[in-house]
């Protein structure tokens, strides 16, 4: 899987993880954040949540015009990191709950520039690596370990952002409960109607509960959750320091793909310029946009991991689990399993040689009592927050691609390998079952807006292997549709305007995280089941489109 690749590759993989790491520790818990600092209800969440995203995707375009016409990729990628820790930074800084608003929106800003910077042209340097025809053939199996390397990072943010929030709150005797937020904020405002639950599960200290303490229980205790959530985004500081030392100080492993076509002209590197007609670049460019248009849906579904989803996990899903299913929740556990199961398999295989053996061995012994242990410490019923949901999908990515570029490289060998606008049209069709799913799980159960924006009480939580399991259909569809997306955009995007394609790869991303913010918006308004059917409707329409598409872009391929 990771042989005759470019040592190059895994720079930037390594600096990407990095990033990600700290960019999703932020999405993990950012409508959480928003919701219990200041009350705002879904819509108004969803909206900024939207609008973020949408700069966030929307100004790799700024950033690929920076690369390609001033300071070319690596540098525009190192001035992005700065930016980015400047955001991050003023982001983790603690204000009382239902303060600083300004400072957060100026921070969103300052991080959605810096990933402008930052994202879409380290995809470009990836890209130039294999325009190298030594390199050519594993373009698609790259931008699946590049991929694999982000949500490696991603899969451990929702843990780091779980230890924050549980370390500062447990400092002051408190633990997480995701119903207490709306009622406290409810009740301050004088909008609880009866108060019977919210004191069931108000952790006050004393047993004699005055209209007072209880005030001051609900502002103390949103702004313990609110300064959790704060230092929960100074973990992304962390996590870019450590992205910028891998990016510099590895540089001469990708230094020679660090070169624009305008470099390239200047520096007289005629012999790696590739010149295409202007109806050759007409055509790319048109293909490109169709693909664009497509993916716009499945970002508008696939997003709904930190809004929609998020909300069902917190007021819909089950709060506390048995020994077993908490082994999905506990991350450690969960790897170690795994790690365990991956030893097992190379100790049996065949075509391993006995060191091999030797090393798969002790690894299945280790990883195995790890597993054993914390499985031991687990309780008969175990809390968990509604953020930790989000590390399935990236954990299911690193499962899964050794599996699917296994898959695809045995159909490339057999000549059956679907091209990359058949793999995103496939990766529509599994996105659209995976709220389908969701809309079964949803039947039945009272819509948001009656609940008047509390939690559903217990006979209405459904279990978590509803959402575990959306997110694994959903990973297998993002597997299908992303890299390959990428993969498809180094490929086909004129040589002159590469940043710009990959910016406009992540334009695309950016409209459907505003798509994604409207139909969010839904939440307080249609029945859960209608909101899902929204979805499952525009990504299977999105997929017929594509398949009848489908000739003209592979022709725009060759």
């Known amino acids: 899987m990771f042989k005759g690749h470019p040592k190059g590759l895994f720079v930037a993989a390594l600096a990407n993880m990095g990033e990600r790491f700290g960019y999703y520790t932020m999405i993990a818990i950012f409508t959480l954040f928003i919701q219990a600092k200041y009350g705002f209800d879904a819509a108004r969440t969803s909206h900024i949540y939207a609008i973020f995203l ?16 001033v300071l070319g990729y690596g540098r525009t990628v190192t001035v992005g990191i700065i930016i980015m820790f400047v955001g991050y930074l003023l982001l983790s800084v603690p204000t009382k709950f239902g303060t600083g608003l300004l400072s957060i929106y100026v921070a969103l800003g300052v991080i959605s520039l810096g990933t402008g910077l930052f994202k879409g042209n380290l995809q470009a340097l990836v890209g130039n690596l294999y325009d190298d025809p030594k390199y050519g053939a594993k373009r698609d199996s790259a931008f699946n370990i590049f991929y694999m390397c982000i949500n490696i990072g991603a899969m451990f943010a929702p843990t780091a952002a779980e230890a924050v929030n549980n370390y500062i709150l447990k400092a002051q005797n408190y633990t997480y409960d995701g119903r207490i937020p709306a009622m406290a904020h409810k009740f301050i405002n004088g909008q609880l109607a009866n108060a019977q639950e919210y004191l069931s599960i108000a952790q006050l200290q004393d047993q004699h509960v005055t209209l007072e303490s209880l005030r001051t229980f609900s502002e103390n205790y949103l702004n313990q959750l609110s300064t959790s959530y704060h230092y929960g985004f100074g973990v992304a500081c962390i996590s870019l320091v450590i992205s910028m030392i891998i990016f510099l100080a590895f540089r001469k492993h990708y230094k020679h793909a660090d070169v624009t076509e305008k470099q390239k002209v200047k520096n007289n590197d005629v012999t790696v310029t590739v010149e295409l007609t202007a109806k050759q670049i007409k055509e790319r460019m048109i293909a490109l946009l169709l693909v664009f248009g497509v993916v716009i849906f499945f970002w508008m579904a696939f997003h ?51 060191t091999t053996r030797l090393i798969a061995g002790i690894s299945f012994v280790v990883f195995a009592a790890i597993a054993v242990y914390r499985f031991s410490s687990f309780g008969n019923s175990n809390a968990f927050t509604p953020q930790m949901f989000q590390h399935f999908n990236p954990f299911f990515i690193v499962v899964l691609t050794p599996l699917v570029i296994t898959l695809f490289g045995w159909m490339n060998k057999n000549g059956k390998e679907p091209s990359a606008p058949r793999k995103i049209g496939i990766g529509m069709i599994i996105t659209g079952l995976a709220f389908v799913l969701l809309m079964i799980a949803s039947i039945g159960l009272p819509s948001p807006k009656s609940l008047g924006g509390l939690g559903a009480p217990d006979p209405f939580r459904v279990s978590t292997y509803w959402l575990i399991t959306t997110y694994l259909i959903l990973t297998v569809a993002e597997l299908f549709l992303s890299p390959m997306g990428i993969s498809f955009v180094s490929k086909v995007a004129p040589p002159k305007y590469k940043g710009l394609m990959q910016g406009g790869w992540l334009a695309a991303v950016a409209g459907g995280n505003y798509l994604m913010g409207q139909a969010a918006g839904l939440w307080d308004v249609l029945p859960l089941w209608a909101l899902w059917s929204i979805f499952a409707v525009c990504c299977l329409v999105a997929a017929t489109f594509m398949f009848s598409i489908l000739k003209r872009l592979e022709k725009a391929t060759n």
């Open 54 to 69: 949408v700069f966030v995707y929307f100004l790799p375009l700024l950033g690929g015009i920076v690369a390609d016409r």
């Open 304 to 354: 709904q991991n930190a809004a929609t989803m998020t909300y069902f996990a917190r007021d819909y899903t089950a709060t506390h689990v048995g020994k077993l299913t908490n082994i999905f929740f506990d991350l450690f556990t969960l790897l170690s399993l795994f790690l365990a199961i991956l030893g097992l398999i190379f100790l049996f295989q065949k075509k391993s040689s006995s």
